[in-house]
């Protein structure tokens, strides 16, 4: 992809943090390669691949040789590589603690997808790791680097809506492979709630900076559909947010691609519809001033997010969406979980403050 006129050129190598990717799937060939070419601080040193063929087809594409492409069995040869300052795991979820874990006993910072893990148990244990191996650790939630997002989040905690009331946020898609890995227990360790439903339970986190301190949920698994043998088809949670906000969350693997967010407080309102794809978000300000919809220079979200954790690396800082907002998350969805199961109304920890699992926030949030 060329590089588009308005944007800086990107610093030369020896300035910038050379990542490894680990997996080699749909996220890395669609998303990855094009975002790593408009990184102003990142680059691709190295991959590691399933097997050897892909990761040399692979290769080619970031420009790299068959030197740079490792399996998950010569993984820990990368330990000799000095221009692999971080790693990024984008594997289903239940493979991210054995790579983080092998990743930061080599002394490398680590970038890992989201969710975390498979639940908040596996998820304190990639923390511990990190922390043990004094390596920082990112959670890659990419909503958190656009600026239509942080637009909504100024909107709601700059007072523009007013006192917040309600929160909506519905995050679907249909999944119809009955043999992917995300349908799979031992693999995702859930099933839209922890793909998709993440979103907007973090988005709703990130917009009012705070933590919910009780979930009600029901869910739903069909039976005789092969799809949904392990995994849910949908989940609907409703959260309670200090200072009785209440906020719906929706998710599903079976309903029509929607993604929203609506925040509805005294005196506004905003929507973002579509509020979690790769581009295209849409934003929408409704408050005294009247009707509003924000308009942004282009941007790729990847590219935000390495470019971030790339400078919390060079300089030390913890990152804005760090290990330990990932393992909150998964404490608020397995609390969504045991409520389903149970019937009952699950209470968290109160917490008081804001943005409490969050670092350094990003320098240029979306620019
Ligand atoms: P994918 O199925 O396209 O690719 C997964 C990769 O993992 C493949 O290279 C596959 O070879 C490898 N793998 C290793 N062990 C495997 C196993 N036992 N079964 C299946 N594949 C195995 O998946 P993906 O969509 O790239 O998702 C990978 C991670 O990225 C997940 O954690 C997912 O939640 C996350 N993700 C994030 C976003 C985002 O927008 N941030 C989008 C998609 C996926």
Same mark, same amino acid.
């Given at each position: ?34 975002? +790593? ?26 420009? *790299? ?61 990639? %923390? ?32 523009? *809506?007013?006192? +917040? ?65 392990? %995994? ?11 200072? !009785? ?70 300089? !030390? ?51």
């Amino acid at each position: 992809m060329p590089q588009k006129p308005d944007l800086p050129a990107p610093k030369p190598r020896s300035e910038r943090v050379g990542f490894a990717l680990v997996g080699l799937g749909k996220l890395t060939a669609e998303q990855l390669i094009p975002a +790593v070419r408009t990184s102003q601080d990142a680059y691709v040193a190295a991959l590691v691949s399933s097997e050897e063929d892909k990761g040399e087809e692979f290769a080619r594409a970031f420009d *790299l040789t068959e030197q740079d492409v490792y399996t998950y069995d010569t993984f820990e040869q990368l330990a000799d590589r000095d221009d692999v300052q971080a790693v990024y795991i984008v594997l289903p979820n239940s493979k991210h603690l054995e790579f983080v874990r092998r990743a930061a006993q080599m002394g490398k910072h680590v970038l890992c997808e989201k969710p975390l893990s498979v639940n908040a148990g596996q998820a304190r244990q990639i %923390v511990d790791a990190c922390r043990e191996a004094g390596v920082l650790l990112m959670t890659a939630y990419r909503c958190q680097y656009t600026p239509e997002h942080w637009a909504a989040r100024e909107a709601v905690q700059s007072g523009a *809506l007013g006192r +917040v009331k309600l929160l909506d946020s519905i995050h679907a898609q249909v999944e119809d492979d009955p043999e992917a890995w995300r349908l799979k227990r031992a693999l995702a360790g859930g099933g839209p709630l922890l793909d998709v439903g993440i979103y907007s339970l973090n988005t709703m986190q990130f917009v009012t900076g705070q933590e919910p301190e009780w979930v009600f949920a029901a869910q739903h698994q069909p039976a005789g559909d092969l799809r949904f043998r392990e %995994v849910e088809e949908s989940v609907s949670a409703m959260l309670g947010f200090p200072g !009785g906000v209440i906020a719906n969350l929706q998710t599903s693997y079976g309903a029509y691609n929607t993604a929203t967010l609506r925040v509805m407080g005294e005196d506004g309102s905003l929507l973002m519809d579509p509020a979690f794809p790769y581009g295209g978000l849409g934003l929408e300000i409704t408050d005294q001033n009247g009707t509003r919809q924000p308009a942004f220079p282009e941007y790729n979200q990847f590219s935000l997010e390495f470019d971030h954790f790339a400078q919390c690396i060079q300089q !030390g800082r913890a990152p804005w969406t760090p290990g330990e907002e990932g393992v909150q998350d998964h404490v608020i969805m397995d609390a969504i979980y045991e409520s389903a199961r149970t019937g009952q109304v699950v209470r968290l920890s109160p917490q008081t403050g804001t943005d409490l699992y969050r670092g350094t926030p990003p320098e240029r949030p979306g620019q």
